[in-house]
């Protein structure tokens, strides 16, 4: 065999191995198996309500991996036990949007802030993969949007007395119920800054019902 033969047989063995290593791993992320470092990644479903103040764009399930969509729930030591989301994680063809109502303040100062429909979004909601079958708890979660470079984040039950209401979620199997909740004494408020960190600005206090429901992809 010549040099260039072993070269060119050496290059397709380590193409394969690297195909099959790459397929294996989006297996086990689908399937909710353990990945690097005992961490788990189980592809999600999500599905919002549209008469809520967070709405989908009518088109149907939100779904990992589809039409530029990063949906995964993940759970392991040192992870945010949540769901972490992107619509712009890959870019496409067909690009997925969310609608943020924010057209109702929750108080005497905030201003309406409009309806803003969104590609370039993402988010977290915490917390969900340390519940048990049955249980109720109450988490924290965030919606950032980005409009010309800028980021805005629209963030509920972030700390203790910031007046913004926590999500309630519901576990029933591998399936899990978010929602505002009219019990809580902040409602469906959730505060809206800009930016994320050090130097954010809160713009204000404002009623953004949600209703999701979060289900492991088939």
Known sequence: MSSY?????????????????????????????????????????????????????????YRDGVDGVSSQRVSGSSTTNGWAWDLAAKRTSVPRTLTYDLTHPADGVSQPMGVLTEHDTHGQVYDLSTMSDGQTAYVRASFHIIINRVEYVVRFGQTPGDGSAPLKVTRTGDQFWVRTDASDPNGDIARYLRGNGPGEVLLGFYHVPLDLTLSNQQ
Request: net charge neutral; charged share 20%; no cysteine.
């Open 5 to 61: 033969q072993r070269l060119a047989s050496s290059t397709a063995i380590v193409i394969a191995l690297v195909t099959v290593t790459a397929a294996g791993r989006e297996s086990a992320a689908q399937k909710g198996q353990s990945g690097p470092k005992g961490i788990t990644l189980v592809s999600e479903a999500a599905q919002f309500d549209d008469a809520a103040g967070i709405r989908s764009d009518g088109l149907g399930l």
